[in-house]
């Protein structure tokens, strides 16, 4: 956020791409989401992975279209943007700096996905190796030390205390049986299943509002997921269904988490936060379009291991 405000982006653009591109970690493997989705109905947690791939990188390139888009027909406010100027040769230069760092998230995601780590140990691994690339650079200080971590205490207290909000309220309306009841009330309709699929994206962005992703899902999905089966809905494609409808409902007020975050980082007010994130709620709606008219971009890597 400092660095983008140094360049005077513009600060509904700088809030409004942070709050929508931060819900891809949703989609894009490892995701927690997804696992508990998975688990819940009782599908291949691999095969899920892979069908969040190719969305997650459509869903990216919607946001990065958007971007272009806006700065094309914002000419005067994308004229104000200060853009760093340097030869080609200084960019590959400057670009070969990166090549640490790349090989470090290589070697954390890497050690997930091959076994050898735990999501907590492949964090550790990375903690050291960012300590190591920081003494290697000459950067790490008592000094630069010291403000990280107390960064980091302060991050994580303020995710913390938003978590333990929305475990109490998951809580209370679990306790109120309202996620269930309308799930089932939905069933009772007998739609067809472009009419359902429409249902459950109102219902989803509605629940969402006021619960946070991984409750909603551990909530409805009892209820949801025999009735998308008996529509011959694959259960595979509708996990990536509710991935990106669960992004939706990080970025919808009131309880928003991602806006939450923000509002901590930026001190703005909700209400600005949920405008400036309007634009890509609009983008995740065609995304859930784009997957229900072409269901193989979920589909296609998945089936591919069969």
């Known amino acids: 956020i400092p660095e983008l405000r140094r360049r005077n982006y513009p600060e509904h653009m700088i809030i409004g791409t942070l709050a929508g591109s931060s819900t891809l970690g949703l989609m894009i493997p490892p995701s927690l989401t997804l696992i508990v989705y998975g688990v819940t109905v009782n599908e291949s947690i691999t095969k899920l992975f892979m069908a969040g791939v190719i969305p997650g990188i459509v869903l990216a390139s919607l946001f990065m279209g958007y971007v272009a888009v806006w700065s094309i027909l914002k000419k005067e406010d994308s004229a104000s943007i200060e853009s760093i100027s340097m030869s080609f040769r200084e960019k590959i230069k400057n670009s070969s700096l990166l090549f640490p760092l790349l090989g470090l998230i290589f070697v954390v995601i890497g050690s997930m996905y091959t076994g050898l780590a735990t999501a907590t140990e492949a964090a550790a691994i990375g903690v050291i190796g960012a300590l190591a690339l920081a003494a290697k650079q000459g950067s790490l200080t008592?000094?630069?030390?010291?403000?990280?971590?107390?960064?980091?205490v302060r991050t994580s207290a303020m995710i913390a205390?938003?978590?333990?909000?929305?475990?109490?309220?998951?809580?209370?309306?679990?306790?109120?049986?309202?996620?269930?009841?309308?799930?089932?009330?939905?069933g009772s309709l007998s739609l067809a299943p472009l009419t359902l699929l429409a249902a459950l994206t109102i219902f989803y962005i509605l629940i969402g509002m006021v619960l946070d992703g991984i409750s909603a899902v551990v909530l409805t999905m009892a209820v949801v997921q025999p009735i998308v089966a008996s529509s011959g809905i694959d259960l595979i494609w509708f996990g990536i269904f509710i991935v990106v409808t669960v992004e939706m409902a990080q970025i919808t007020p009131p309880i928003g988490f991602n806006l939450f975050v923000l509002?901590?980082?930026?001190?703005?007010?909700?209400?600005?936060?949920?405008?400036?994130?309007?634009?890509?709620?609009?983008?995740?709606?065609?995304?859930?379009?784009?997957?229900?008219?072409?269901?193989?971009?979920?589909?296609?890597?998945?089936?591919?291991?069969?």
């Open 161 to 186: 205390l938003i978590l333990m909000g929305a475990s109490s309220l998951s809580l209370a309306m679990g306790f109120t049986g309202l996620p269930r009841e309308l799930a089932e009330w939905i």
């Open 142 to 152: 008592f000094e630069t030390l010291k403000n990280s971590m107390l960064g980091t």
């Open 263 to 306: 509002q901590g980082l930026t001190k703005h007010e909700i209400n600005y936060l949920a405008r400036t994130a309007f634009p890509m709620f609009m983008i995740m709606l065609l995304m859930i379009g784009i997957l229900i008219a072409f269901p193989q971009l979920a589909l296609w890597l998945p089936n591919s291991m069969r």
